[in-house]
Nanobody, 127 residues
Framework: QVQVAESGGGSVQAGGSLRLSCAAS????????MGWFRQAPGKEREGVAG???????SYADSVKGRFAISRDNAKNTLVLQMDSLKPEDTAMYYC?????????????????????WGQGTQVTVSS
């Protein structure tokens, strides 16, 4: 059974950085789509960054140039490096993975609905 767990959230001032990590046990990292989503109070969940099995990366327009997704297959870890954080980045961040072959990059990224989720980690950015 695949279990997904995030870590690395916290509070930071605007312009600062945070690094989120995701560990998924019982899962082959390089074989399927993985990504990060977020949900702020009163808002819908949105995809932040995705990584498909070919290594193609996708980002929401709001985070392009500031966030970077990467995968360490040896350590079985998915990472989201967040730089130049803004107050509007404040949200609960979720790691999500897919254990079925699907399309999740490019134009498919906004449509991707993963089937395995972590519990989330809070990111708070103050102005």
């Amino acid at each position: 059974q695949v279990q997904v767990a995030e870590s690395g959230g916290g509070s930071v001032q605007a312009g600062g950085s945070l690094r989120l990590s995701c560990a998924a046990s019982g899962y082959t990292y390089s074989s399927y789509c993985m990504g990060w989503f977020r949900q702020a109070p009163g808002k819908e969940r949105e995809g932040v960054a995705g990584l498909d099995s070919d290594g193609m990366k996708s980002y929401a327009d709001s985070v392009k140039g500031r966030f970077a997704i990467s995968r360490d297959n040896a350590k079985n870890t998915l990472v989201l490096q967040m730089d130049s954080l803004k107050p509007e980045d404040t949200a609960m961040y979720y790691c999500a993975v897919e254990d079925l072959h699907t399309y999740c990059s490019g134009g498919y990224f906004p449509l991707w609905s993963p089937n395995l989720w972590g519990q989330g980690t809070q990111v708070t950015v103050s102005s």
